[in-house]
């Protein structure tokens, strides 16, 4: 029997609604197990090649050299094996990943980090300009994100990730000391960002996953009714990752506030790109803390913020809450310590730079930066829509996710990686999207994006046989109903990434 054959019994099985089908289909799962084991090998196997491509081209260390190469030889590798990687994102051929990417933009922030390679905001005595810097941008994201006036606060962040974590942190920490909760539950809609389910295994919380209407945007209704007086916080994202669409946050941020819940907007993707629409003219919903019901926020400088990547910020209405983040140790024999986010000594150099783009760039740079963003993304929207075997999923700015019902978009992705192009796969529909950043506007590359999508899908047509490289993946995890078999399979990879 096929492993196809066997997952698809074994999902029957479990789909049953009676407890001796159930216990017959787990019973299978070793038989299973070790047949979806072989095929998870043979596609690491595969993959290996293409994650570990310097393998016999450069020197690879398992331990330590005896006595330390010389600096320009070490210098002279890692820039060719940098220049192997650039052209690709600097060509524009990469979904998201770098945002600005210009030379000139590049030096400068480098030049920045220079300056300020030694400094560690954990010693604000030592370097106080770290605390000028970080300060000052949380300051400027705040005023840009309607929190001017309204005793908007935050810190500065290692990413959206971590943005995330603190923000959640914070929730579960209010909600077990003031409502004595002892297991505070996230809202958050499907299409929410995955670091929220991180946070909540970090932090012992419960997420609650809420379905989305057919726009992919949150169903509110669902959202209320999803609410319990064990909820510490409902979440809204602005734009979501998968399909760049913005959640209904103004309804949903004032169902949290009647219910008394806090609510978070992840404007990670959107932060630095949605107040520049809405001056352009674009039609953009409320989402940020002009809306009373918004309680936090996050945004990542690290993406439309045009810094080096490393900063997000994190924001919160009031200092009271912002406090439940920090951490501090009264008792420790190593002195009285505290920290404001998860780590404690931080890479200052990357507040500095962070600091640096955001003054260089200012308001008309942050304007125009958007504008020729989201016409870039009008037109590659407009030239998917006519290609008649895709379809576009929702109604995006500038985050252009496609489906389709007559081709495996997945071999379709797996062609425009073979045509140079980086996309992202998406799942729950079976999706690729591509997020706009200032690169696609270069002259061409939406042009050269639309040519090659539309050569991807009539080859994809005339080849039905061929299987891919990362179309065997998603057809996999499409395939097994114990999801757990899913996760083991992207832990393989993740050991593979590691390995020497």
């Not at 060719?80 to 051929?93: I, K, M, N, P, V």
């Not at 840009?144 to 810190?155: I, Q």
């Not at 978009?409 to 999706?431: E, F, H, I, T």
Request: with cysteine; net charge neutral.
């Amino acid at each position: 029997m096929t492993l196809r054959g066997s997952v698809e019994r074994l999902a029957a099985r479990l789909r049953s609604n009676t407890t001796g089908a159930v216990e017959r289909g787990l019973k299978a799962v070793p038989f299973v197990r070790e047949r979806i084991d072989r095929e998870e090998d043979k596609l690491i196997a595969q993959l290996e090649r293409s994650v570990k491509p310097y393998r016999g081209r450069t020197d690879t260390y398992a331990r330590l050299p005896h006595g330390g190469r010389d600096h320009e030889e070490v210098l002279h590798e890692m820039a060719e094996l940098a220049a192997l990687e650039e052209s690709r994102w600097r060509d524009g051929l990469v979904s998201g990943a770098v945002y600005h990417g210009d030379a000139e933009h590049i030096d400068f922030l480098n030049r920045v980090y220079a300056l300020h390679s030694q400094v560690n905001p954990l010693h604000a005595d030592l370097w106080p300009s770290a605390s000028k810097y970080e300060a000052e941008i949380v300051a400027m994201t705040a005023a840009m994100l309607g929190g001017e006036g309204r005793d908007v606060c935050g810190t500065v962040t290692s990413g959206g990730t971590e943005s995330i974590l603190l923000a959640m942190k914070a929730y579960r920490d209010r909600a077990r000391i003031e409502r004595r909760i002892r297991r505070p539950e996230i809202v958050a809609p499907a299409t929410a960002h995955v670091a929220f389910d991180k946070a909540a295994q970090c932090f012992a919380m419960r997420m609650v996953r809420v379905p989305v209407d057919p726009d992919f945007r949150a169903d509110v209704a669902a959202t209320a009714e999803a609410i319990t007086p064990n909820t510490a916080v409902v979440v809204g994202s602005a734009p979501t990752f998968p399909h760049g669409v913005i959640d209904p946050i103004e309804r949903l941020s004032e169902v949290a506030r009647r219910r008394g819940v806090g609510f978070h907007t992840d404007a990670c993707l959107g932060g630095f790109v949605l107040p520049w629409a809405r001056d352009l003219g674009y039609d953009v919903p409320g989402f940020d803390f002009h809306l009373p019901g918004v309680t936090s926020m996050s945004a990542d400088t690290h993406k439309y913020g045009y810094a080096s990547r490393g900063t997000s910020v994190v924001l919160y209405r009031g200092a009271e809450l912002r406090r439940w983040q920090y951490f501090t140790a009264t008792e420790w024999p190593g002195g009285l310590y505290f920290s404001p986010t998860l780590a404690g000594s931080r890479p200052g150099a990357l507040s500095a730079a962070c600091w640096a783009a955001m003054v260089v760039t200012g308001v008309e740079g942050y304007r125009e930066a958007t504008r020729r963003i989201l016409e870039t993304g009008a037109e590659i929207r407009r030239g998917v829509e006519q290609i008649p075997e895709l379809r576009v999923l929702g109604d995006p700015l500038w985050i252009v996710a496609f489906a389709s019902d007559r081709v495996d978009v997945y071999r379709v992705m797996d062609r425009m990686s073979a045509l140079g192009w980086n996309l992202n796969g998406l799942q729950k529909p079976p999706a690729v999207h591509l997020c706009v950043t200032l690169r696609h506007t270069q002259p061409d590359v939406a042009e050269r994006f639309l040519s090659d999508l539309r050569d991807a899908v009539a080859y994809v047509q005339a080849h039905p046989g061929e299987k891919g490289t990362m179309a065997p993946v998603y057809g996999l995890a499409a395939r097994i109903p114990l999801r757990g078999f899913v996760g083991d399979l992207l832990k393989k990879y993740i050991d593979l990434l590691y390995r020497v």
